[in-house]
C-alpha cells in the first residue's frame, strides 16, 4: 500500500493552498485555481485543468486523477473511505470496518461485521473460488468450482452444495431442499408440504400442501399451496396455485394453441399463444383487455387501466396515478406517476438522446428538474433551487446520478460549468477547464481570464484589476492606528 500512501499525501498537501488561498489565492486558469464551491460549503483546488483537483465539502475530501479514473474520498465523520482506479475496474470502498473492493467484478474481497455482532470475511474469484471466515465457525465456508463446495447466502439460495458440479448440486431456500443430478436436468424437491421432481424437459410434478404461519403481529395466515406440471417443456404447462384459499387460480398452457387461466379475480383465454389473441377480463383491478399478441397489440378498458398500443407506432397506457406513453418508439416516451402529495414526468427522445425528468412537490410547491441532452449538456435544478449547468456531457445523460462517474470523469469534458445557490445567492462560472472563471457572492466578485493575465475583483477596499499580474486601481487602505492609553491615575 505504499502507492496508495503517496497518493494520499499527495491530495493532503494539494490541499494546503486551499488554506492559504482562502481570502484569495492566485489565479492561473487551467495552470492553478483555489476557489469556494457554489452549491456546498468547501473549496476546490484544480491543477493542470482535468488533470488533478482536490476538494473539501464540509466534512467530505476528495482528490483526483481524472486521466487515471484515479481518486480517493475520505470523510473522517463518518469514518468511510473509497477509491476507484479505472473505474469501475478496481474499487475500494470502507464504512467503519466493513471493507469491500473488487477487480473487474472478478476478484472480490469484503469484510464487516453483522447484526449479531459477528465478523464475517469473503474473498471471490468469480466463478471459481469462494471462501468466507467469520468469528462463528458454522459461518465458514469454501467452494471450488467445479470440484466441491458449499456457500452460504450466495447465489439467489440459502444454502448450496455440489460435487463435480453440475453432476450433484444441493440447494436450500427457506424449508425447500433441492437436490439435482444432473443440475438442471433431474432434481427432487422437499420442503413443508412440499414433494417434487422433474426430469427436464420431459416432465416434472410438483405439489405443496396448503400450511399455516403466524406473522409479526401474532396472527395466523394461511400459505396457499400448488399443484404445477409440465410435459415436453415448454410445449404443455399446468399450475393451479393458491390452494386452501379464496384465492385458487387455475393456468393452462400448450404452446401455439391455447392458453386458459380461470381465478375468481380474472379470467384469460387465450388462441395461439404467445402469438394469438387473448381476451382478459380483469375484476379485481376492473378492466377488459385485448392482446393480438401481448405486448405488440394491446386494447384496454375500465376504471383500472386504458390502453391503446400498436407497437412500435404507438401506446397510450395510464390508470389512476401512473402514465406511460410512446409514439413512434423509440423516437419519444414519456413516463409520469402523480399522489396527492407527489408528480414525477419523464418525457425521452431516442432513449438518453434527450431526456427532461420532473418532480413536483405539491405540498410544498417546489420543483426539482434535470435535464440531459447527448452529448451536449446537462441541467439540474434541485428542490431548494440550486442550479448546475454542465457541457459537454457524455456519460451523465447515460448513467444520470451516478456520483463516481461525476467524480472521476466528468472533469475531463466538462469544458462549461455554471451553477447558482440562491439561498447564498453565489454564482460561478468557469470555460475550458477556468481559462475563464468568474465567482461571485453578495459581497464580493472575482473574475480571471488567460491563465489570470487579466482580473477583476471587487469587494471592500473597492474595485481591483490585475493585469499580467500587476496590480492596478486604488491600494487597500492602511488600518488606524489607535492612540495610545492615557496613564494610569495614582
Not at 392458453?259 to 379475480?265: I, V
Not at 451553477?419 to 445567492?425: A, D, G, S, V
Amino acid at each position: 500500500m505504499a502507492i496508495a500512501k503517496y497518493l494520499s499525501l499527495l491530495g493532503v498537501v494539494s490541499c494546503l493552498p486551499c488554506a492559504a488561498s482562502a481570502a484569495g489565492g492566485p489565479r492561473l486558469g487551467p495552470l492553478y485555481d483555489d476557489f469556494s464551491l457554489t452549491l456546498e460549503s468547501g473549496r476546490r483546488t484544480e491543477i493542470l485543468g482535468p488533470l488533478y483537483y482536490s476538494e473539501e465539502r464540509e466534512t467530505r475530501h476528495t482528490w483526483a486523477i481524472p486521466p487515471l479514473t484515479l481518486a480517493h474520498t475520505w470523510d473522517p465523520a463518518t469514518d468511510s473511505e473509497e477509491w476507484d482506479f479505472a473505474y469501475p475496474l478496481l474499487t475500494y470502498d470502507r464504512f467503519g470496518k466493513e471493507v469491500h473492493w473488487q477487480i473487474m467484478q472478478l476478484w472480490n474481497v469484503a469484510g464487516g461485521k453483522n447484526q449479531d455482532a459477528s465478523e464475517d470475511h469473503r474473498f471471490t474469484l468469480f466463478p471459481f473460488y469462494f471462501q468466507q471466515r467469520s468469528t462463528i465457525p458454522s459461518h465458514n465456508y469454501t467452494a471450488m468450482v467445479p470440484f466441491y463446495g458449499h456457500l452460504d447466502h450466495r447465489l439467489f439460495r440459502d444454502e448450496t452444495d455440489f460435487v463435480l458440479f453440475p453432476c450433484y448440486v444441493k440447494t436450500r431456500k427457506g424449508d425447500v431442499v433441492t437436490r439435482n443430478m444432473p443440475y438442471p436436468f433431474f432434481h427432487l424437491r422437499r420442503g413443508d408440504g412440499l414433494v417434487g421432481w422433474q426430469l427436464w424437459p420431459l416432465m416434472g410434478h410438483e405439489h405443496k400442501e396448503p400450511t399455516s404461519r403466524t406473522n409479526s403481529f401474532g396472527e395466523v395466515q394461511i400459505v396457499g399451496g400448488h399443484d404445477k406440471r409440465f410435459l415436453l417443456w415448454p410445449f404443455y404447462t399446468q399450475a393451479d396455485t393458491d390452494l386452501g384459499t379464496d384465492h385458487t387460480n387455475h393456468l393452462q398452457t400448450l404452446l401455439f394453441v391455447y392458453s386458459l387461466e380461470r381465478s375468481e379475480a380474472r379470467t384469460a383465454t387465450s388462441f395461439g399463444w404467445p402469438l394469438g389473441v387473448t381476451h382478459t377480463i380483469d375484476r379485481t383491478n376492473g378492466y377488459t383487455e385485448w392482446d393480438a399478441p401481448f405486448p405488440m397489440v394491446e386494447f384496454a378498458h375500465g376504471p383500472g387501466k386504458t390502453t391503446r398500443r400498436v407497437w412500435p407506432f404507438f401506446s397510450e397506457a395510464h390508470n389512476a396515478s401512473v402514465e406511460s406513453d410512446f409514439y413512434g418508439w423509440p423516437v419519444y416516451k414519456f413516463n409520469g406517476y402523480h399522489t396527492e402529495t407527489y408528480a414525477r414526468e419523464r418525457e425521452r427522445i431516442l432513449f438518453f438522446l434527450y431526456s427532461d425528468t420532473r418532480e413536483h412537490d405539491l405540498g410544498r410547491h417546489k420543483d426539482r428538474v434535470r435535464v440531459d441532452c447527448f452529448p451536449l449538456y446537462t441541467r439540474t435544478k434541485e428542490f431548494d433551487g440550486r442550479v448546475r449547468f454542465q457541457a459537454l456531457s457524455i456519460l451523465e445523460p447515460i448513467f444520470p446520478n451516478n456520483k463516481t462517474l461525476e467524480r472521476d470523469l466528468s472533469p475531463l469534458y466538462a469544458f462549461w460549468r455554471a451553477e447558482r445557490n440562491p439561498k447564498t445567492r453565489a454564482r460561478s462560472e468557469s470555460l475550458l477547464w477556468n481559462l475563464y472563471r468568474r465567482d461571485e457572492t453578495p459581497e464580493t466578485k472575482r473574475c480571471s481570464l488567460l491563465f489570470g493575465l487579466v482580473q477583476y475583483q471587487t469587494g471592500a477596499p473597492g474595485p481591483r484589476w490585475r493585469i499580467a499580474y500587476l496590480p492596478l486601481g486604488p491600494k487597500a487602505a492602511a488600518p488606524p492606528v489607535a492612540a495610545p492609553a492615557p496613564p494610569a491615575q495614582p
